[in-house]
């Protein structure tokens, strides 16, 4: 189950107040104030943690507390720091404060940082007071007050491919096909409802994370279907495989198909239809195999595909899904280096 969203409280730990004492032992005459500092409070800490997918765990967990600081004691001895509290996302989470919308962090990278709501400082004790002219201080400073924020966490999926296609044009089947991911299958419309990952293998040991996105409909950018639930997806993926029906079984044209998907993603977003993209014609085992490479090149040619970013395969057959996943290794490559790419 991917959870894309959450909202979440979190607040730092106060810093410890100071402590205001004058020593006083009998072996010891000319005691003075010997109170110190308090802790500091502890911070809410958010880090990526690369084995997670999903910000379920948010759904029933949704506060966190970090300790805190303890008060100064006697003895100049300084509290105790308060415990951070650490707080595990998955690697792509963005960070907003839910009332300003302010992005507090765009987390992306395997273990990076980011402190949220930083603890209090510790207050000072009346030993930090005295001087040669006010020997005995009994004057001390409160600990600093926690920090306490609601923020909204929003999770866009990190794949190097995103499949992309109108409903039941295939890319469950496709990804079940490339990768091990138990993606559901259906012979109707929108059997996908959440994004599914999973791990394409190459010769080489090279891997590649492949994200079956849910299925778009026309005014997708506009929050028709499931709209921008799924579309911002598609803004972390590397490179597009966009899956086009050679055989609809509604008999409607592929190519006016391939037009809608391009004008949402294009609609969405001007960086999405910029993205690397391979056009994909899938469920070529439905097409008689003597008529297969004349009708591919009519609707690659009608939608101006270049020959190195047009294939045909088959999901259901495993037809061309080789030659597929070197395709879009390439493209992946490529995307990492824009000059090249620009080249």
């Not at 991917?2 to 032992?25: F, N, P, Q, T, Y």
């Not at 020997?135 to 600990?143: A, C, K, M």
């Not at 923020?151 to 499949?163: F, H, M």
């Not at 439905?286 to 595909?305: H, I, Q, S, W, Y």
Request: charged share 25%.
């Amino acid at each position: 189950m991917l959870v894309d969203s959450a909202r979440i409280m979190v607040r730092s730990g106060k810093g410890g107040d100071g402590c205001s004492h004058l020593r006083r032992e009998k072996s010891v005459p000319k005691g003075g104030p010997d109170g110190g500092d308090g802790g500091r409070g502890g911070d809410v800490v958010l880090w990526v943690d690369p084995h997670l997918d999903t910000l379920l765990q948010f759904k029933y967990a949704g506060h966190f507390f970090a300790k805190d600081g303890e008060r100064g004691q006697p003895k100049s001895c300084a509290g105790a720091a308060g415990e951070d509290m650490l707080v595990a996302v998955p690697p792509g989470t963005l960070v907003y404060d839910l009332h300003t919308e302010e992005l507090l962090a765009d987390l992306t990278e395997p273990y990076a940082r980011v402190v949220v709501a930083p603890g209090g400082k510790g207050g000072l004790g009346n030993e930090r007071f005295k001087s040669s002219t006010h020997q005995t201080p009994t004057e001390r400073t409160l600990g600093e007050p926690a920090v306490e924020r609601e923020l909204r966490l929003e999770l866009k999926l990190l794949a190097d491919v995103g499949l992309v296609g109108l409903p039941n044009a295939g890319k469950s089947t496709m990804l079940s096909a490339l990768t091990r991911a138990d993606a559901k299958v259906g012979a109707y419309p929108f059997t996908t409802i959440s994004p599914q990952l999973g791990i394409a293998e190459l010769p080489g040991d090279r891997r590649m994370v492949i994200a079956d996105l849910p299925g778009l409909i026309e005014g997708a950018a506009e929050g028709a279907g499931l709209g921008h639930e799924f579309l911002k997806h598609i803004e972390r993926t590397k490179v597009i495989l966009h899956l086009i029906d050679v055989a609809p079984l509604d008999g409607s044209d592929p190519v006016e198909n391939a037009e809608v998907i391009r004008g949402e993603l294009e609609a969405f977003s001007e960086e999405l239809s910029r993205k690397p993209e391979l056009v994909v014609f899938n469920k070529i085992d439905l097409v008689p195999e003597g008529e297969r490479t004349k009708l591919v090149n009519k609707l690659a040619n009608v939608l101006r595909v270049p020959k190195d970013r047009r294939l045909a395969v088959s999901g259901a057959t495993n037809e061309g899904l080789r030659e597929m996943l070197e395709a879009c290794w390439k493209l992946t490559d490529r995307a990492q280096q824009p000059s090249e790419w620009k080249s």
